[in-house]
């Protein structure tokens, strides 16, 4: 069984069109995650949630918006795409955020990604 | 500003050791990640240090040094399937993992 999952694979699409990726995890955890990773493989948070807070990266454009229908499930939706979004975006979930708790809970547990191309 | 540096790439041989540096400044310190990650595919978990010391785990150990923002992977008895992109990721005072650029290991016979 996948741990955490996410479709599309691969998402192709034109300039300012809308999209969103879906992610969805059936480990149980109460925190979940997304992050961009560009050309030169730098990974970065773009979100952290669970069903007490949400944390955004200041960087982040607010085209870029986090959906959670439920504990399991985070999608993201981008709005207006442009060029520069083209990158691998990556969903992950962990037991919490970590406060307070042993180690082991920290651990982030990557979906597959998915290699978004804007034309 | 928070800034994690490792070196971006380093090659070694099959069978020997390689260490790979990483060090960090981050607005507060929750703990230290190393990810595997090969080409085309998503990270996995490798290790986590919080405190000082070295962590063993088989094949594979990391350290940290917290007064230095430090660490380090090390990587015994290499193989081939070592071959892959190493992140280094530190998480910060609110439980972001700020990552490093990566380090490519290209293992050679």
């Known amino acids: 069984d996948t741990a955490v999952s996410q479709t599309p694979k691969y998402l192709v699409t034109q300039m300012g069109n809308d999209k969103s990726i879906k992610c969805e995890q059936n480990?149980?955890?109460?925190?979940m995650y997304w992050y961009k990773q560009d050309s030169k493989k730098f990974l970065k948070i773009m979100f952290s949630?669970?069903?007490?807070?949400?944390?955004i990266n200041e960087t982040v454009p607010n085209r870029f918006s986090p959906k959670s229908p439920d504990k399991a499930h985070l999608n993201l939706h981008i709005n207006s795409l442009e060029l520069g979004d083209s990158a691998v975006y990556f969903c992950?979930?962990?037991?919490?955020?970590?406060?307070?708790?042993?180690?082991?809970?920290?651990?982030?547990?990557f979906g597959p990604g998915t290699r978004l191309t804007v034309l | 500003g928070q800034n994690i540096d490792q070196p971006t790439e380093m090659t070694a041989t099959e069978g020997a050791i390689v260490q790979i540096n990483c060090t960090y400044q981050?607005?507060?310190?929750?703990?230290l990640f190393w990810y595997q990650q090969h080409a085309g595919e998503a990270p996995t978990f490798l290790s986590y240090?919080?405190l000082d010391g070295l962590e063993e785990k088989g094949r594979f150990s990391s350290f940290l040094s917290r007064s230095k923002g430090y660490s380090y992977l090390l990587l015994k008895e290499l193989q081939m399937k070592d071959s892959a992109s190493y992140l280094c990721?530190?998480?910060?005072?609110?439980?972001?993992?700020?990552w490093g650029a990566g380090t490519k290991l290209i293992i050679k016979p």
């Open positions: 992950a979930s962990s037991q919490d955020r970590g406060e307070g708790s042993g180690f082991s809970t920290d651990t982030q547990y």
């Open positions: 480990l149980g955890h109460d925190t």
């Open positions: 949630y669970n069903n007490k807070e949400l944390i």
């Open positions: 981050t607005s507060g310190f929750n703990g």
């Open positions: 240090n919080v």
């Open positions: 990721g530190s998480l910060d005072s609110n439980y972001q993992l700020i």
